[in-house]
């Protein structure tokens, strides 16, 4: 049986779940047992009591992208790259993006092609001072994808996204900070404690309202004014009759902390 190529842990004391990426020696490059594995990955997260997520790599990269190695590139029949993008990419960054729980990436090393991609589909990043951020496909002679050419021109507007797709250069992290991709850049020894604290500060978060700040924010650039004015009346409303919002009146009132409910 193979090693495991992703790995998975939930701490039920902290309600932290931790998602490695497990193909060091391979820069933690996409194949279909790693997508396969994510997916079930995910749907144990789902059922857990996780209130938020670290996705991160194992060994010197955070993930490299798809491995080609994986592909068959029989001579005068490529391979379908739309199927497997059908098939594996644009199921998992969807799925990401519809969490209700936050998601922050832990970039402890290159994150290129699709890796870049998947960091951006994560709520939050922390980076090592290390790392580092590629649109390689330009140097294959492809467009970048799962999510890619929607992420990086949200994050950093249409001229800077255009060059880094254009170029296929290499972004520092401390760049990528300075342009909106990244939340905070740590020292490398750092990033994983970094991360983990984000998380858990998050976790304590009332979670009906952080899955309705994250909904409303992903619809907000498809929304006239109007439209979002409409849709935060509404969450606004859910909001205000939950248990939550009373509790977080009355720990202001009382000058505690609160004890939130969660969904």
Do not use: Y
């Not at 193909?23 to 209130?51: C, G, I, W, Y």
Request: proline share 5%; with cysteine; charged share 25%.
């Amino acid at each position: 049986m193979s090693e495991k190529s992703v790995l998975l842990g939930i701490d039920g004391d902290t309600r932290l779940a931790t998602l490695t990426l497990n193909r060091p020696n391979k820069l933690n490059s996409f194949t279909r047992q790693m997508h396969d594995e994510l997916n079930d990955a995910l749907s144990l997260v789902e059922k857990s009591n996780a209130r938020a997520l670290v996705i991160t790599g194992a060994g010197p990269a955070f993930c490299a992208g798809q491995d080609l190695a994986d592909l068959d590139f029989t001579p005068g029949r490529p391979p379908d790259l739309g199927e497997i993008i059908e098939l594996h990419f644009n199921p998992l960054i969807r799925r990401l993006q519809a969490l209700a729980l936050p998601v922050i990436a832990a970039v402890n090393g290159t994150a290129a092609g699709a890796g870049a991609s998947l960091a951006m589909a994560c709520d939050l990043i922390v980076a090592a001072r290390s790392a580092s951020f590629i649109q390689a496909f330009v140097k294959v002679a492809l467009v970048p994808d799962a999510g890619g050419t929607w992420f990086l021109p949200r994050r950093v507007g249409d001229a800077r996204a255009l060059g880094l797709a254009l170029t296929g250069d290499k972004l520092s992290a401390e760049k990528a900070e300075e342009w909106g991709i990244v939340w905070r850049v740590v020292a490398d020894s750092e990033v994983h404690a970094s991360a983990h604290a984000l998380a858990a500060q998050l976790a304590e978060r009332p979670a009906r309202a952080v899955a309705a700040i994250k909904r409303a924010m992903r619809a907000s650039g498809n929304n006239t004014l109007d439209q979002q004015l409409n849709l935060e009346r509404d969450l606004q409303r859910e909001l205000g009759a939950s248990p939550d919002h009373a509790e977080g009146v009355a720990a202001f009132k009382e000058k505690r902390a609160p004890r939130f409910e969660g969904l």
